[in-house]
């Protein structure tokens, strides 16, 4: 496992909060990631952070650029993955790297978003892990007596 001791911590975004926002998990050659939100628009933000903060340090981006996105599937859970690896596509093909995630539009198959960040720069932003995608392997989205919480498993 890359993170070794560090992938049990609990990472946590932004002010704090009654529950954090997402936590990395033990998964053999992988990486599970588990998000909360006491919304599910909330719960598709910290998703974006926590595959942000995953692939790089989250504290040196600025939001000097914006990415309006809309993104389909069929069904919740797909949408959170077409989500994950829309984003990754950015970083692949602009390197485009978001902070600020703002869900405008969500439905069950559909969801629009916009994204504040920038390019990455190699000589300010630290490259920490390569993610290649976002799974369905144990794929899991549920709402809680909290809000929601989704599982998510990252192929590195």
Request: glycine residues 6%; aromatic residues 8%; proline residues 3%.
């Amino acid at each position: 496992m890359i993170f070794g001791k560090l992938a049990s911590k609990a990472k946590t975004l932004g002010p704090k909060r009654r529950h954090r926002p997402y936590r990395t998990l033990s998964h053999t050659a992988d990486l599970k990631l588990r998000i909360w939100g006491a919304t599910l628009k909330e719960l598709f933000e910290n998703a974006g952070a926590a595959l942000m903060a995953t692939i790089t340090d989250r504290r040196g981006l600025r939001a000097k650029e914006t990415e309006e996105i809309t993104v389909d599937a069929p069904d919740r859970e797909a949408l959170l993955v077409a989500w994950l690896n829309h984003l990754l596509y950015l970083y692949d093909v602009k390197g485009f790297l978001g902070r600020d995630f703002t869900v405008l539009d969500l439905s069950s198959e559909k969801l629009r978003a916009r994204i504040r960040g920038e390019v990455f720069d190699p000589g300010r932003h630290v490259s920490k892990t390569a993610v290649k995608a976002a799974t369905y392997h144990q794929l899991e989205i549920r709402q809680t007596q909290d809000g929601w919480q989704a599982t998510v498993i990252l192929d590195l």
